[in-house]
């Protein structure tokens, strides 16, 4: 199978070309129709497959942006390394469209925080984050979920083993 036969629209299909990417991985085959058809999914492969991919096209094919301030896609992730990973395979993947993201992760100065808030509350459309972070921000009472679309946890089973659990619930009461 080609991503063709996946009908990425062509922003998407020149971002997967310029980045080399021509067929899609097994988790991604497997991954796709099921995000399209509004489904929940639950995949697990190796470190390398293509995992973020497989849920990041189908988000960017299924719909149109809508441009009302809110985050579209919520990508909740253990660790700022993964986020920072997440969020440049992000930047590459949606070159080609007006699609904005954020990454929001602790660890950082005030600048980062100030930078962060900014682009909450000007419109992200996709925010990377990891929880404590998103958690500080959710308290300060700026961002809003409510247009939430997509909601991904990303290494879902390592963000409870490290005891993520409590702060992914309260970040889902915000939904």
Known sequence: MTFDQLNINSPLAKALEDLGYTHPTTIQHRVFPVVMSGRDVCGIAQTGTGKTFAYLLPCLRQWKFDKNKDPQILIIVP??????????????????????????????????????????TSGADIVVCTPGRMIAHLNMG??????????????????????????????????
């Open 142 to 175: 700026y961002v809003k979920l409510k247009g939430l679309k997509y909601l991904v946890l990303d290494e879902a089973d390592r963000m409870l083993d490290m005891g993520f659990s409590d702060d992914i619930a309260k970040i889902i009461t915000y939904l």
């Open 79 to 120: 660790t700022r390394e993964l986020a920072i990973q997440i969020a440049e395979g992000l930047e590459g993947l949606a070159y080609f469209t007006d699609v904005s993201s954020i990454a929001v992760y602790g660890g950082g100065d005030g600048n980062s925080f100030a930078a962060e808030k900014k682009a909450l």
